[in-house]
């Protein structure tokens, strides 16, 4: 593809906050655009766990790129997937061969979940990134809810659910809270031979707290709204083995319906590609201004990108920060190109927040510290905020009005076709024993078949 003569030509590699932040500062600007991305659409990260849930629905957190962006007449939306650069002739590389000229390179792939030199494990224990994790971990769980239905209702028993989430950041925070608040409250009255409220939710963190990027106290408080809605939180717990129905911990094998992965984070490999030196995460070291050593036309931003703020803390893998970088970045293309000097990347932390289950969560803002229903509230509106297109927000909210009021989740919906559906049950059927739970008498369970 080749540049339009005389208007300078920037590629953006990445529809995720930060590359989506910097195409809209760009939008209508006297530049020609190119966002590359393998997925059509943006999806907002933080509610990912909320479709994995069965609370909303993917449609309800992603949007078109080229839907968000069609009034930016300079930016043109490709579906792609880049595998490699031409540094020297300021080219990018497709997977089919194919390259793109710029002017300027703005790189921000994102970053996927890390096993840790355990890559196997990602068969058996899921990580959330993308839709397709999401609907892959609302499906496993709520499997795992029918198989138990099936076997006591065919045998007048079942063995005890067991969930395990791996990581005590914020996404395993919400993920677990979220399965241990569903199977106490909307699938109770679901199911007729099984008492969900009886599943097991355990969430094993290898550091002494949960969520240990916020305050002792709020860290204490998140524990102790975990344990209310009944997660067991083990801390200093390193899951070292993971296989088909079992996980260890500290030399014991733990047996379990469902494990998902929630720690760990490693960049695109998109990073390396580049030549520029990363950590070991595959972020880059970027300069202050966002750009790689050596190539002041190449910027890495969001989760690709590896900075030290003025406390010497690295700048944090955030949506806000990645949204930030972006606009930065953006601003200083623009700036260059009217002789103006290029300005340094400056964190603002806006504060931080989780959610823990209904009406628990806790946040961090200004200087203050929130928790319970007040953090719960303002980290629902903030999210709904940054929702991008009014459809979305306001579909969002409906949702968790009603999810609220009734306890309901609005997209239980376990998808696939026949064959992948009986595959997943034989998985569950075959693995290791864990000890019966819910039992109910078998003369109960056989009257309900006739």
């Not at 002494?208 to 102790?224: I, Y």
């Not at 720690?263 to 201004?289: I, M, Y």
Request: aromatic share 8%.
């Amino acid at each position: 593809m080749q540049k339009k003569p005389g208007v300078p030509k920037i590629i953006i590699i990445g529809g995720g906050f930060g590359g989506l932040w910097a195409a809209k500062a760009l939008a209508n600007k006297p530049v020609d655009v190119t966002l590359i991305d393998r997925k059509n659409h943006h999806v907002f990260q933080p509610l990912l766990y909320q479709v994995a849930t069965a609370v909303l629905s993917p449609g309800e957190i992603a949007q078109p790129i080229r839907r968000i962006l069609h009034n930016a007449k300079n930016i043109e939306v490709i579906l792609g997937d880049v595998t490699g650069f031409d540094k020297e002739n300021a080219k990018v590389v497709l997977t089919d061969g194919s390259t793109i000229g710029y002017d300027y390179l703005i790189v921000a792939a994102g970053a996927r979940h890390s096993y840790f030199g355990h890559d196997e494990w990602e068969r058996e224990a899921p990580g959330l990134k993308t839709i397709e994790d999401a609907v892959e971990i609302r499906r496993r769980v709520l499997l795992a809810f029918e198989h138990a239905e099936r076997e006591a209702y065919l045998n007048g028993n079942h063995r005890r659910l067991n969930f395990v989430v791996v990581g005590g950041g914020p996404t395993g925070v919400e993920l677990a809270g979220a399965i241990a608040d569903i199977a106490r409250t909307a699938l109770a009255k679901d199911f007729k031979v099984i008492d969900t409220r009886k599943t097991r939710v355990m969430l094993f963190e290898g550091s002494d707290r949960v969520l240990g990027t916020f305050a002792a106290e709020l860290s204490e408080s998140a524990k102790k709204q975990l344990e209310q809605i009944g997660v067991e939180v083990r801390l200093n717990s390193f899951v070292t083995e993971i296989e088909a129905g079992r996980v260890k911990v500290a030399g014991v094998w733990i047996a379990c319906d469902v494990v998902l992965w929630a720690t760990g984070v490693a960049a695109s490999p998109l990073g390396k590609k580049l030549g520029a030196e990363t950590d070991k995460a595959g972020r880059v070291f970027v300069e202050k201004d966002l750009s790689v050593k050596g190539f002041p036309n190449i910027f890495v931003i969001g989760d690709m990108a590896s900075l030290l703020q003025e406390n010497g803390e690295p700048v944090p893998g955030v949506s806000p920060a990645a949204m930030q970088m972006g606009t930065l970045t953006a601003k200083n293309i623009i700036g260059e190109l009217n002789g103006k000097k290029r300005e340094e990347f400056e964190y603002w932390d806006k504060g931080t927040m989780a959610t823990i289950g209904r009406s628990k969560a806790i946040a961090e803002a200004a200087g203050m510290k929130f928790k319970g229903f007040v953090a719960w509230l303002m980290w629902l509106f903030l999210h709904v905020f940054f929702l991008i297109g009014f459809r979305n927000r306001l579909s969002v909210m409906l949702s968790w009005f009603w999810a609220y009021l009734t306890r309901e989740r609005s997209a239980r919906l376990i998808t696939g076709d026949a064959d992948e559906m009986q595959n997943a049950l034989q998985v569950l059927e075959a693995r290791p024993p864990i000890p019966a739970a819910n039992r109910k008498t078998k003369s109960k369970a056989q009257k309900r078949r006739t």
